[in-house]
């Protein structure tokens, strides 16, 4: 694990107003850092790369947006098991001609999230190469004292419910979305919940993925169904509703839970952010949508069937 | 944290080998991955980054080897804190045109040496792109029970050693070198060291790096340095002794500990890997070497200072 001592120079000033999790040891400056946290829960951790020209292109983004997007992916992911993100390592790799500006920017935008999700840098490694932008980051987080909220619990009868709106997150919101670490850990705390996913490859295709791995199946309202304001404004040949179910980096959370609890959950709802029951769990392992002319028909991972 | 479920149906059989550490309790297949170790010992985290064109060429290594070394370059920065290795996650970008062989034998090169190290892959992050290969491993593992071995525990009189021999390692042992877990354990658990490090930037410049975290200086013993056989067959302009301090990319250890268990040490060694005492930790902050004609000069990063 090596960051040149120029670079964190470089980034001194960003770094001095970091706060530090008391459960980070050792950090930058050694083979490794050291991390102890409570001795009586688990550990979660999730890592994702970056990549330019696939995730992002330096034409249409900021560097700060690209750094901050970097963890914010990660911190979803934590999120979507109810757990609390606690450090992170970070490698990147940098195209030789980039300047101090752009790495500058590109740590703020990590160093601010981090900040505000009060998760410590503990180290990372920095390359440059003639190669395009590449940027790691792995998080470490602690599990919920309820556990996690896994895939695969999904039962029967469930309600299948999301925060926030959908569609159309190309618009900005795929970089600018903040990850909802609170939500979940407070729907699980207050409510508790049997199954959660954060919504990246789309709303419909991360339903798949908690429907196969819990084997039963949905029906969906597509009328219930929250469409982001983003998609109205959009002049796609895809209508609203398959943009909603197929466009994919919301990063909100898709959940399910007890009926009786998704009851309760819409009647004293524990924050502002919006709640929405999209449809119910079924054991029949199908997954259908019940569209606005109340015919039933296949959902899909990008939409849904049109028959004849 | 996202693995196509197309690609773990093509490493399924080497994954069926591979042995799980029981301390990870759920691995790929959901947001994130949840570990749980013992409850009274740290964690140490580290993430590498290797770059095609800059850490390897395809044409001159098997995506055997470059597998292999992705892990071996975190499990040597573990060792070098005297830890256990415990479970890794992988994130890769690899070219579209690369083909299933490819990837198959990349991966190959990572199983089996997590194999040999009872590592548990527990997740990762595969994409395909138009730019060269990048494999960033980030590992986690657990402290020794006698606590980690920093860079900043030397102290003026120690001894100053090593495991193997140094010098021209691009011969092919960068890639085929056996990441010293065992050795590190051995000598912390029956000796106990004062500081350590894995030899990557040279065995000069690692020095370097304790003696700055250290805040002490050292003479070494050039005819004492144990130069690998690779730079005698090489045809360098460089002197045998100036490729073993300044060459790098050996992953042996550098140590410092007592005088008194250095001799301990040597009169009976723990293990048949080769342990060299090539110099000693000196109150004064300077970095001195004493050549075979007894002349004493300074140390430098890439080798030695050539008085006139």
Known sequence: ?????????????????????????LGIGDD??????????????????????????LDQTSAYLIGRKSLAVNISD?????????????????PKTRNDTFVKELYRGIFELAD?????????????????????????????????VLRSGAQSGDWIM????????????????????????????????????????????????????????????ASAISIHEDVKSNNSSKSHLEQALGDGEDFELLFTLSAKNGKKLIESPPFETKLTKIGEVT??????????DDKIVPLLRQGWEHLS
Chains 1, 2 share one sequence.
Not at 6 to 25: C, D, T, V, W, Y
Not at 45 to 50: A, E, K, R, V, Y
Not at 171 to 196: C, D, N, W, Y
């Open 162 to 221: 999301t925060t926030g709106s959908f569609g159309n997150s190309i618009a900005g919101r795929q970089f600018t979305f903040q990850p909802r670490v609170k939500e979940a850990k407070l729907l699980h705390e207050a409510i508790g919940l049997h199954s959660m996913i954060d919504v990246s490859d789309g709303l419909s295709a991360d339903l798949f993925h908690i429907l196969e791995e819990s084997k039963v199946g949905a029906i969906l309202e």
């Open 283 to 292: 054991e029949s392992p199908e997954a259908l949508i019940k569209m606005p």
């Open 116 to 148: 505000e999700f009060e998760i410590s840098i503990a180290g990372g490694d920095t390359n440059t190469w003639d190669g395009p932008t590449v940027i790691n980051i792995t998080l470490v987080g602690q599990e919920h004292d309820k556990g996690s």
């Open 1 to 25: 694990m090596t960051i040149p001592r120029n670079e964190f120079e470089l980034i001194e000033s960003i770094r001095e107003k970091a706060k530090f999790h008391p459960g980070l040891q």
């Open 32 to 57: 490794t850092a050291i991390f102890g946290f409570s001795r009586n829960k688990n550990s979660l951790i999730t890592c994702d790369m970056l990549l330019e020209g696939v995730h992002f292109t």
């Open 78 to 94: 934590i999120a979507a098991m109810a757990g609390t993100p606690l450090i992170a390592v970070i490698s990147i790799a940098l």
